[in-house]
């Protein structure tokens, strides 16, 4: 297990902790103490990891603090999807070309696919990146590198599948740091029905450390009754943070589910709250 791993697994503790034990507000002591680390240590880790305190990032993932991105984010929904303008002032879109598969790779499982995939360390833990030559069409974030191929074949039963790093997916660093430094668009290749990819195309719209409701998307995309829908669909986006469906949550504020752990969903957003410069920081 690498460094970083170990890393986001005691952050990983830690929040769940902190989630468990909220209306206590559990100390700094007491949270240190529950993944086994001094106060100290556990500060400069959380510190380094998150690019702030324990304290500010709880109040990232508050449910007051989602409520208020929410309320001012239907303020500026409009502007926002019709821009799709990041933090970084860049459009998230123009770094992410998307291919649809063909209706025979679509319904045959991936049998004519030769799929390429490697692992891939980000700061919530190892990425299974997978890609044909059209581009990525698989991002999963796994436990252990033999859950790789498992992921994979749940998409793409009848493809061949092999170990090997291509260039694309040592982009997938990039993503977690600075998009816009990529020079050239990330492709994906997919396999969804129309009403998926238009679900998926609208995730690339929501800006970082920003969020939306299922109603949100159902209403963007022109079909304001099908919030169900969009919940099906968000939920079966093959491709983890890049298509950002962490930042979809419960009207109530609160995050709700996510394909590869709650845990790890508040942690993306928690990151990501961290992250933003000082200037979107005071947008919201």
Known sequence: MSQQQLNYERIAKAIAFIQANFKQQPSLEEIAAHISLSPFHFQRLF?????????????????????????????????TFETGLSSSS??????VKIEHMSPAEYKNGGVSLQINYSIQHTPFGPLCVASTTKGICHLAFIENKEEAVTSIKLHYPNATIRHQEEEIHNKIDKIFSDISSIPSPLSLHLKGTPFQLKVWEALLKIPKGQLRTYSDIALHIGNPKASRAVGTAIGSNPIAFLIPCHRVIQTSGLFGGYMWGATRKTAIIGWENANLNTESDETI
């Open 47 to 79: 510190q380094d990891w998150a690019g702030t305190t324990p304290k500010k990032f709880l109040q990232y993932i508050s449910l007051q603090h989602a409520k208020k991105i929410l309320q001012v984010s239907k303020s500026t929904e409009i502007a």
């Open 90 to 95: 860049r459009l998230h879109e123009l770094f």
